[in-house]
């Protein structure tokens, strides 16, 4: 079998006292789609900013294309192909929709060689697939939620991850509006892009997951395929809180 | 292309300049346009930091001081003659700059500029107990005949500034056209959505700190050539701060010529007040028009403008 894309081994997190990831490991095929779940508070986001840079993990390695993570910033990981979304978005709200992803297509692709007009056009197309083309012009202040969801779906597209890495793109979002942007993350896993999935709507992680691990107070409880996790009696209880 | 209307500005700027420096004979216009030029240049610099990347320094006093007192230091150590003067100010503004930047690292929003008000106070106390450059009392200073063609050391001193506005707002104007104004505009929406799209964010904003820096202190540097004296409270003065930070807001951050209508506009309102009224009476009118702007017009004269120009353009 290939190397993973992915390798976590032994990563924890202390915030003061405060214990939020401890010795998590977890690997990631490239091409996989990967769902983390887990209650409030059990460290799926703090697990995503090591993993992503934002944070710097206590202890453990992070290996990510066969190469070690630790010491790199955010926007050198992002250069090395790992791209995420925000939980709350964060849009750059001075800027059209247009001007965040060439932000990110000027920044994480280095040396792309495009002129400034192949750099329009490749995040028009970015746009195009994720159905925000009609709103390429508008300031990303003025966007609803589900725009803005999917703009940090663009935005993380335009770096041209091989990781990307979905921190609740769907909470907030009605019935059809998660299935857009389920649709959206399925045609960017067919061609080619891993991606890990943070969610609390189950129906879309099992929909969507070919492989689940849940996490509760900063450890790994369960993981396996998405039905097998799902009746596994410590995620219940975790969910439940029986 | 679109920088062929930037660049006869500039020409026909300085060719005014240069122009008026042999045309007229009442020097006091210069005296009076030394100032209002060397604002321009703090109100442009002020902004790289400030309006672009959303950093709100309140230390342009501890660079004006700096420069002075780098222009009064290697004039009285070495006799350097006035652009070896402003070219040392610019480097050690520099490498002030650098050293304000990576303040950064740690300090956001308003914890940076108190730590920025900091910088100023201990640069202006090193210096007040630096005896070479005359301590607490200040230093005077004797400046050596202008070099020609021009026969009056104000003349002069008003035609470098003058290319040094032409400097700082060309430098102004490239980083807001630039890939590097992209950047920094998203370091100022938001610094972790930023990194994690690729922006460099450190290196975008030391390089922003650096520049400011230069450029500031370069302009302080002929202040002590000016007066022909310096002092630390007049060289750190508080006053220089909250000027360039008033006209950057006043005339607009988004746009590199919002400092400059701002600083044109504020600089010479002071300019006749002082003359008219009383030097106080000028620090008022800063106030007063700081909250208006601030109030009724928060992106400044370039926000009116655009207003102006939409509500215009739907008739």
């Avoid at chain 2, 640069?123 to 450059?133: D, G, M, Q, S």
Wanted: hydrophobic content about 55%.
């Amino acid at each position: 079998m290939s190397d993973p894309l992915l390798s976590v081994s032994g990563v924890s997190k202390r915030f003061g006292g405060f214990t939020a990831l401890q010795d998590i490991s977890l690997e990631i095929r490239a091409g996989e789609r990967f769902g983390l779940i887990g209650p409030n508070g059990s460290g799926k986001t703090t697990l995503i900013n090591c993993i992503s840079g934002v944070l710097r993990n206590d202890g453990g390695s992070i290996r990510f294309a066969g190469r070690e993570l630790g010491g790199l910033s955010a926007h050198q990981r992002t250069r090395r192909g790992i791209a995420r979304s925000f939980q709350v978005p964060r849009p750059f709200r001075s800027m059209t929709v247009l001007e965040n992803l060439l932000v990110a297509l000027d920044y994480a692709v280095i040396g792309h060689g495009l002129s400034a007009r192949e750099a329009d056009a490749e995040a028009m197309a970015i746009l195009g697939k994720i159905g925000l083309a009609e709103k390429a012009e508008a300031l990303s202040a003025q966007l609803s939620q589900v725009e803005l969801r999917k703009m940090e779906l663009a935005r993380a597209m335009a770096a041209r991850p091989k990781l990307l890495i979905s921190d609740e793109a769907m909470a907030g979002l009605a019935g059809a509006e998660i299935d857009e942007v389920l649709d959206t993350l399925f045609k960017l896993n067919a061609e080619g892009i891993t991606v890990i999935m943070i969610e609390h709507i189950m129906q879309a992680v099992m929909r969507f997951s070919q492989r689940v691990m849940c996490l509760d107070a900063g450890r790994v409880i369960c993981e396996g395929a998405p039905q097998a996790v799902m009746d596994d009696k410590r995620v219940q209880e975790a969910y439940l809180g029986a | 292309m679109r920088s062929v209307p930037f660049l006869i500005g500039a020409a026909v700027f300085l060719t005014a300049a240069v122009t008026a420096a042999f045309v007229v004979r009442n020097e006091y216009v210069f005296f009076a346009g030394f100032v209002i030029l060397q604002f321009i240049v703090l109100a442009t610099a002020w902004n790289i930091l400030g309006g672009y990347a959303g950093y709100v320094n309140f230390g342009t006093s501890a660079f004006v001081g700096v420069g002075i007192y780098t222009a009064v230091a290697v004039f009285k150590y070495a006799g350097a003659p006035l652009y070896l003067q402003m070219l040392a100010a610019a480097a050690v503004g520099a490498a002030l700059g650098l050293g304000v930047g990576l303040l950064t690292l740690r300090l956001r929003g308003i914890f940076f500029s108190i730590a920025t008000v900091a910088v100023t106070i201990i640069a202006e106390t090193l210096i007040t107990n630096w005896k070479f450059v005359g301590g607490a009392t200040g230093v005077q200073l004797l400046r050596p005949p202008p070099t020609a063609p021009f026969e009056s050391y104000i003349k002069m001193l008003f035609v470098v500034v003058a290319v040094l506005v032409v400097i700082a707002v060309a430098l102004a104007r490239y980083i807001q056209l630039s890939g590097v104004g992209r950047g920094l505009r998203a370091v100022r929406d938001d610094e972790v959505a930023a990194e994690c799209s690729g922006v460099p964010t450190l290196k975008l904003k030391l390089l922003a700190c650096a520049i400011s820096g230069a450029l500031m202190s370069a302009a302080g540097a002929p202040a002590a050539m000016y007066l022909q004296f310096a002092d630390p409270v007049s060289a750190f003065n508080l006053n220089y701060s909250v000027s360039a930070l008033a006209m950057s807001l006043i005339g607009g951050t988004a746009h590199w010529i919002g400092p400059v209508l701002g600083a044109i506009l504020l600089a010479t309102t002071q300019q006749f007040l002082t003359v008219t009224i009383s030097s106080e009476v000028n620090v008022l009118v800063l106030g007063v028009m700081l909250v208006l702007f601030v109030v009724g017009a928060p992106d400044g004269i370039i926000g009116l403008a655009k207003r102006a120009w939409q509500r215009w353009g739907r008739r």
